[in-house]
């Protein structure tokens, strides 16, 4: 097979800063995080051929598209790369279809069917019903699902994606997010995607990279490289949530239960009434959830859970605590002020009990719509 490794030592001078990014990347998706300006599209830009002032070395798998010793550089045609950018850039003027196989010949040159890609492509993002309608007409989340169709139609071997639900309202972002994860899960194509959202990273990146003024400053596995001092203040910025996967088990009167983590441990946390029996993503804000060092009672919220304390950290003016609920939960991060660690005697290993109210869980079904 293959290798779809990618390879990455750049150098490119822009108006404040030059960029300056090394790192190999062979997980499905790896992102790249970090403030507005900090590089980020200018990297991927790179990475795509269309910044000619770029020097270093860039390579997927065994092909070369850049190595600037060797003076070797790779037009974007010819780098098999699927780019799917904020605005979506479709052909106004051709259809649904017309657009998803716009790279059509370049797929049979890849080998790949256009017609069955498009087959499939169109069933995985819900695109069936829209095939013959013109793109003008469709909403801002249609056209952006339409972009990314027309990039895996391609016969691309990379997908690059530019911050792909930035230029989408708050609600219509979240409902995209869950046709992301379709890709990410049920094709093979590697993705680089671009991103300031600390909730799309941790619900699509295997691996994050955080960028600033050009610079890697932390990488690794996303949840992890959030709560870093240095990179926390910016995802705290940006609405950082705690990005839980969970399955529905049972319908209450007016709310469900999802359960967490392995079939057989995990934990079950009430949310507000699912209308899917599928695999749902629940977002905990880390600013909403109240931490008790003995078992509350009498109180209105509908979830406390037992945790034990695994990490705490101070970043100044505020607090950070790390808590791990079960096998297969990842770790939740609570939000506190700089004091209070302090004030509860709160020690490492320590059990203590997570608050949380229904109403603060955010979800995201079957159909991708948010609730609350």
Request: contains cysteine; aromatic residues 4%.
């Amino acid at each position: 097979m293959t290798s779809t490794a990618l390879d990455v030592d750049v150098r490119l001078a822009l108006d404040r800063f030059e960029v300056t990014v090394a790192f190999s990347a062979s997980k499905p998706v790896t992102g790249i995080f970090g403030a507005s300006g900090a590089g980020k599209t200018s990297l991927l830009e790179a990475v795509a051929g269309l910044r000619r002032g770029a020097r270093g070395r860039i390579r997927l798998g065994d092909d070369v598209w850049l190595d600037s010793d060797a003076r070797r550089f790779v037009p974007p045609e010819r780098r098999w790369i699927g780019y799917v950018p904020q605005d979506g850039l479709l052909f106004p003027h051709l259809s649904v279809r017309a657009n998803l196989l716009a790279g059509a010949r370049r797929a049979r040159r890849a080998g790949h069917n256009p017609e069955r890609s498009l087959s499939t492509v169109a069933e995985l993002l819900e695109l069936a019903r829209l095939l013959e309608r013109d793109v003008v007409t469709l909403s801002g989340g249609e056209r952006q699902r339409v972009s990314l169709g027309r990039a895996l139609c391609s016969g691309a071997r990379l997908l690059l994606l530019d911050e792909p639900l930035a230029s989408l309202d708050l609600p219509l972002r979240r409902r995209l997010l869950p046709f992301l994860r379709r890709v990410r899960d049920e094709l093979t194509v590697p993705m680089l995607l671009v991103s300031h959202d600390p909730i799309e990273v941790q619900a699509l990146c295997d691996e994050l990279i955080v960028l600033r003024e050009g610079t890697v400053v932390a990488r690794g596995e996303p949840r992890t490289v959030l709560r870093d001092p240095e990179v926390f203040p910016l995802a705290e910025k940006e609405g950082y949530e705690n990005v839980l996967s969970g399955r529905p088990v049972r319908q209450l009167a007016s709310t469900s239960v999802v359960h967490l983590g392995d079939e057989n441990s995990g934990v079950e946390l009430i949310v507000p009434r699912l209308a899917t029996d599928g695999e749902v993503l629940v977002t905990l804000p880390a600013n909403e959830i109240l931490i008790a060092t003995e078992s509350p009672r009498g109180i209105s919220a509908r979830n406390v859970l037992a945790a034990k304390v695994t990490e705490i950290r101070s970043l100044g003016h505020l607090g950070l605590v790390t808590a791990e609920l079960g096998e297969g939960v990842p770790p939740l991060v609570v939000e506190v002020t700089e004091t209070t660690p302090a004030e509860l005697g709160l020690e490492l290993g320590q059990q203590v009990f997570l608050v949380i109210k229904a109403t603060s869980c955010r979800l995201y079904g079957g159909s991708g719509e948010p609730r609350r």
